[in-house]
């Protein structure tokens, strides 16, 4: 069975169960994941994030407002 088959048949199961005790184990598996989104961003993604961060740690960041500001007439589309 393919992820998308497994995933649709156990949502029907999830749908169709009226035992909270089974949600309430299958939620307690959902919230003991980390939430590591980050990791599964692509890795140009994650270099830009990081070279940001630099450069407001270097004082070299525009405050938002500044920023919203200048690109205000895109805004609006």
């Known amino acids: 069975m393919n992820l998308t088959n497994a995933k ?3 949502a029907k199961r999830i749908l169709n169960t009226e035992s909270k005790e ?3 184990y299958i ?3 959902f919230e003991s994941q980390p939430n590591n989104w980050f990791e599964e961003l692509p890795e140009s993604v994650k270099v830009s994030v ?3 961060l630099k450069q407001s ?3 070299e960041g525009r405050p938002h407002s ?3 500001q200048k690109h ?3 805004l609006n589309k």
Do not use: P
Request: charge should be positive.
């Open 72 to 74: 205000k007439k895109w």
């Open 66 to 68: 500044e920023v919203m």
């Open 57 to 59: 740690r270097m004082g």
């Open 27 to 29: 939620t307690a598996i």
């Open 8 to 10: 649709a048949s156990l």
């Open 50 to 52: 990081a070279k940001g």
């Open 22 to 24: 089974i949600i309430g």
